[in-house]
């Protein structure tokens, strides 16, 4: 794309808020999010709407409000409490989560967030086979139904987390990468996300510092802590990554502010 002056225009990012960070009702959040001046959102479809509570008219009347609003669904978010590796329930949860891919597809997402399970450093570890097979299956929906699982970084090195994904028999599975959750546990490094990079599909735009007195982790306020955000979005942008980058203040005492100033220090990049 040629900008007026001849030069090459950089693409605009895609910005989307995770709406249960304002905590708000939904329709209320929406309002909120275009406010702000975000162009998506991610919806949070255990703890903010479920997919069993939108019928198929719900959902057409969704669309139409997020289109009035400027507003495309970046993302559905599906937090379980166990990892794929985990037995228990895992049949039942395995259906959840393709009902939660369903559902965002029918809202014109592509994309489902969750934290997959601990990857075991041992490929050969029960565990490790375990969410190799549940990845598989979940992987060979989402080509069935057209949208995809994204594993969201944080609870071991990204290395394990990639070769994992590289494993799998079915390539239709991809990353959320979450650099405020990989400096809270002691996983970041500048490098980080040139390792997910091919993998990538959604970005999650924390930023965290390590607390050296506590030996602990905490999410700071985006662009005050640890996350080389120019390099990620050079990065990606090599790589000409055109997925989303989502804003997530759960944390804050003042999440209103905290998005506003979070999306305006990512257009400053």
Known sequence: MLAANGRNALPELKLAIALSSLRQPFKAALVTAAQLGATGIEIDARNLLRPSELSETGRRQLKKQLTDLNLRVAAIR????????VLQDLDRR???TKEAMRFAYSLGARVVINAVGRVPEDPQHPAYQQLQASLNDLARYG???GSMLA????SEPVDRLV??????SEQAIGIAFNPGNLIVHD???TDSIRRCGDYTLAVIA???VRDLASGRGLNVPLGQGSAEFPEILGVLEERRYDGWYHLDRTESADPIADLKNSLSYLRSL
């Open 151 to 154: 594993c969201e970084t944080g």
């Open 163 to 168: 070769t994992l994904l590289e494993g799998l």
């Open 143 to 145: 080509q069935y139904i």
């Open 78 to 85: 599906f937090q379980t409490r166990r990892g794929y590796d």
């Open 206 to 208: 924390r930023d965290g």
């Open 187 to 189: 996983f970041y490094d």
């Open 94 to 96: 395995i259906d959840a």
